[in-house]
């Protein structure tokens, strides 16, 4: 059995990845990945993609496992739409081909494992991937998932500072609140609606 722990972090637009790679009841391989101006899913994917491209390479491997914090960007590889992921994606499924190929018994799972969990493999590779800290000092580029990310947060700052600003507030607005009673604000994260309240 092939386990591949990771987990992503982003610091000063460094995207960092870890995995540690299981191989049956021992630690194998630590990995780290490291991007500028990309976001954690592409960098989660880019992680899984490795490991998996190692794991096809063993013989007699017959199940992969793959523990992550970010099931969203595991389903990624799955999904027939158009995305900007397609690139890692496609290499992923052309190596799970080969690995599926190789053995009708062949089998891949992946577990989401929430980092509150605080579970001892996941929690290793979660202080891992926020420990490290890299310095930008050159011009880089952005993906473009990377760019629609800050076009987004610059929207919804642009957002809040009109709407604070605003003479009608309170006046013909309903301020939701979530489950803890704080007031709710828009958000964009991994291509999901801004209110799933």
């Given at each position: 059995m092939y386990i591949v722990?990771?987990?992503a972090s982003i610091k000063n637009q460094v995207a960092t990845s870890i995995s540690h790679i299981h191989l049956f009841d021992w630690?194998?391989?630590?990995?780290?990945y490291q991007a500028v101006n990309i976001s954690i899913?592409?960098?989660?994917?880019?992680?899984?993609?490795?490991s998996i491209n190692q794991a096809v390479g063993i013989p007699d491997i017959?199940?992969?496992?793959?523990?992550?914090?970010?099931l969203h960007a595991a389903r990624r590889i799955f999904d027939l739409s158009s995305h900007p992921y397609q690139l890692q994606s496609t290499a992923i499924s052309c190596k799970l081909r080969e690995f599926f190929q190789k053995n009708i018994i062949n089998s891949i799972k992946f577990w989401d494992c929430p980092s509150k969990e605080n579970w001892y493999l996941h929690l290793a590779v979660n202080k891992e991937s926020k420990s490290f800290m890299l310095t930008v000092?050159?011009?880089?580029?952005?993906s473009w998932d990377f760019s629609k990310k800050q076009v987004c947060d610059n929207i919804i700052s642009q957002w809040k500072m009109t709407f604070q600003a605003s003479d009608l507030k309170e006046k013909s607005f309903l301020e939701l609140l979530d489950g803890d009673l704080n007031p709710l604000s828009p958000f964009y994260i991994n291509?999901?609606?801004s209110l799933s309240y």
């Open positions: 722990v990771l987990d630690l194998a391989v630590k990995t780290l899913t592409e960098v989660e994917l880019f992680a899984i993609r490795c017959k199940k992969i496992i793959v523990i992550t914090d970010s000092c050159f011009p880089s580029m952005s291509g999901y609606s």
